[in-house]
């Protein structure tokens, strides 16, 4: 993406965030914020830090399935640091995928090859389960008959989801690279989208490529994978459920998921860090539901200050790591340097 049109998108997201908080009753919102206390905020934090444990432990297992085994708590560590990255990355969560490679290559000493076969299928895995998710949750939503999610076109689009992902899946195993040929179908037919391009495109073809060998010879590994994918997402509307209770309003199971499924298709938007749309969709979401809007803006301030920690502490990794790096390639090169007889003298 070039950096025109991420400022755009930067520039149409301050936009619509402004839009969603002018007018906003910002006393009824403190007043919701303020009844959260330190027992609360301390569980939220532990629910968080439970996730990226789950998020880490599939690419751990990855790791280990390639022959290069890595401590999980390094790899906590790393993947703290590139989710930093992504999450400032206009797009799905993507961008930080570099340098969780260069991390692993120089301070792990894992070949290129594991690296990035690792942090490919890893990303590969957390799109496939998040559309499974998304779309299952869309589905219940609409046999409920749910005021967000009605209708049979809905009922409709969420059974050809699943019915695409299942064959997915198939088509893994049997070679046939069904992404592949799909991605490179829609370049040749609308070169003119902007994704089409991207790194998302890129990860998904060279995923499913390095994906095939690696699930054809250890099932056992990929269905261990995949269910520390649906713990995550347990996870996921765990902590919105908990969010929901220490804010007085307790989400029955329906309105749990429609919540969670428009916060986190807010995040698939290409606008970094989801900005202005989270802003706009929780407190339309929650009013829609009878909760009010005040409410949902809660929710939302809730989750952009909880990965505004993240992504400092992301951040601090990652220019611990890149300085790290810099100053050891210096002593290296003065300690190869030869002693002048000046020098000794």
């Known amino acids: 993406m070039s950096r025109s049109r991420r400022w755009l998108f930067g520039l149409l997201g301050l936009a619509l965030a402004w839009h969603a908080l002018r007018g906003v009753a910002w006393l009824e919102v403190w007043a919701l914020l303020a009844g959260i206390g330190p027992l609360a905020i301390l569980s939220i934090a532990a629910v968080n830090l439970l ?10 297992l990855l790791l280990r399935t390639l022959g290069s085994p890595v401590g999980l708590l390094p790899l906590c560590a790393y993947r703290t640091a590139a989710n930093a990255i992504s999450y400032l990355t206009p797009g799905p969560h993507f961008g930080g995928e570099p340098l969780s490679i260069y991390l692993l290559n120089h301070r792990q000493e894992t070949s290129l090859s594991s690296a990035s076969t690792s942090v490919i299928v890893d990303r590969l895995l957390e799109l496939l389960a998040s559309f499974v998710v998304l779309s299952l949750s869309m589905g219940i939503l609409v046999l409920t008959e749910n005021d967000i999610f009605a209708g049979s076109k809905g009922l409709f689009f969420v059974i050809a989801v699943l019915a695409l992902f299942t064959w997915i899946l198939s088509a893994l195993f049997t070679g046939r690279r069904p992404l592949s040929r799909s991605v490179f179908l829609l370049k040749r037919l609308c070169p003119f989208i902007p994704w089409t391009n991207g ?31 649906l713990a995550h997402w347990l996870g996921v509307f765990t902590e919105f459920w908990l969010m929901s209770l220490f804010l007085g309003f307790p989400l029955s199971l329906w309105h749990l998921t429609a919540v969670v499924v428009v916060a986190r298709l807010a995040f698939f938007t290409p606008l970094p860090a989801g900005i202005g749309v989270l802003e706009s969709a929780l407190p339309w979401v929650t009013a829609t539901l009878g909760l009010g809007g005040t409410f949902g803006l809660s929710l939302c301030l809730i989750i952009r200050f909880r990965d505004l920690l993240f992504t400092l502490a992301g951040i601090g990794l990652a220019m611990k790591y890149l300085t790290c790096r810099r100053k050891a390639v210096i002593i290296k090169g003065t300690l190869a340097e030869p002693v002048s007889n000046d020098a000794l003298k």
């Open 51 to 60: 996730l990226l444990t789950l998020m880490t432990a599939r690419w751990w």
């Open 199 to 229: 790194a998302l495109m890129e990860i998904i073809v060279r995923g499913e490529t390095t994906a095939e060998s690696v699930f054809r010879g250890n099932r056992h590994q990929f269905l261990f994978a995949n269910l520390l994918s």
